[in-house]
C-alpha cells in the first residue's frame, strides 16, 4: 500500500510569486484534504476535493485553489504570496469510515521571502 | 474563546514518567475526539480515536473523554524517549473538517 507523497519537500519563493504544491493520495483513498500548519500551530484547513469536486473549504481567501485529477492525485496553488503564507502544506487522504481519519504526507515546508 | 485550547509546552519528563496531555473545547458537535503524533519533519499520524465519553486504552496509551465538561486527555504510560513528539488533539463533526488543537511538545530524557 503506497502511502500520501509530497512534492517539493522544501521551496522558497519571494512575495508576489505563485505556487504548486502537488500531492499522490493513499491507494484507495478518493477523497484529498489541504492544511496549513504554521510554525508552532496546529495544522488549519484548507479545503477538500472528492471525485475532483471541492466539497468543503476553510477560511482561507480564493488565492488558495486546488485540483484534484481522476488518478485522485492533487495540487494546491496560491498566488499572490504573502509572507504570513511560510508554513508547511500538508495533504491527507481519508479512508471512507465515518471517523475521518486522516493520512498525511510529510507536507511541503514553503518560506516566502 | 478559541474553539480548541490547547497548552503547547514543552512538557519534558524522566523515561518511564506518567505523561498527562490534555484539550478543551467550545464546540458541542464534535463527534469524534482523536489524537495524533507528529515527530519533527513529519506529517501527523493518527495515535487514537474515539467517539464516546469514557476511557479508551491502547497499549501504554489511554484516551479519556469527558463531554459534559467538554474535556479529552491522552495519558501516556512509562514514557520512552521515542514518544518525544507533539501530540495535536483533534476534533471532527462528521462533516468535511478535523479541527486541531496547537500541539504540545513533549520530551522524554533517557
Known amino acids: 500500500e503506497t502511502g500520501v507523497t509530497q512534492s517539493p519537500t522544501h521551496l522558497i519563493k519571494t512575495r508576489g510569486q505563485q505556487v504548486t504544491l502537488r500531492c499522490s493520495s493513499q491507494?484507495?483513498?478518493?477523497?484529498v484534504s489541504w492544511y496549513q500548519q504554521a510554525l508552532g500551530q496546529g495544522p488549519q484547513f484548507i479545503f477538500q476535493y472528492y471525485r475532483e469536486e471541492e466539497n468543503g473549504r476553510g477560511n482561507f481567501p480564493p488565492r488558495f485553489s486546488g485540483l484534484q485529477f481522476p488518478n485522485y492525485s492533487s495540487e494546491l496553488n496560491v498566488n499572490a504570496l504573502e509572507l504570513d503564507d511560510s508554513a508547511l502544506y500538508l495533504c491527507?487522504?481519508?479512508?471512507?469510515?465515518?471517523?475521518?481519519?486522516?493520512?498525511f504526507g510529510e507536507g511541503s515546508r514553503l518560506t516566502v521571502l | 474563546q478559541k474553539e480548541v485550547e490547547q497548552d503547547p509546552g514543552p512538557l519534558s519528563v524522566p523515561e518511564g514518567a506518567i505523561v498527562s496531555l490534555n484539550c478543551t473545547y467550545s464546540n458541542s458537535a464534535f463527534q469524534y475526539f482523536m489524537w495524533y503524533r507528529q515527530y519533527s519533519r513529519k506529517g501527523p499520524e493518527l495515535l487514537m480515536y474515539?467517539?464516546?465519553?469514557g476511557n479508551k486504552e491502547d497499549g501504554r496509551f489511554t484516551a479519556q473523554v469527558d463531554k459534559s465538561s467538554k474535556y479529552i486527555s491522552l495519558f501516556i504510560r512509562d514514557s520512552q524517549p521515542s514518544d518525544s513528539a507533539t501530540y495535536l488533539c483533534a476534533f471532527h463533526t462528521g462533516g468535511f473538517k478535523t479541527i486541531f488543537g496547537a500541539g504540545t511538545r513533549l520530551f522524554v530524557k533517557a
Open positions: 474515539t467517539y464516546s465519553s
Open positions: 491507494s484507495g483513498h478518493n477523497t
Open positions: 491527507a487522504s481519508l479512508d471512507s469510515s465515518d471517523t475521518g481519519e486522516l493520512f
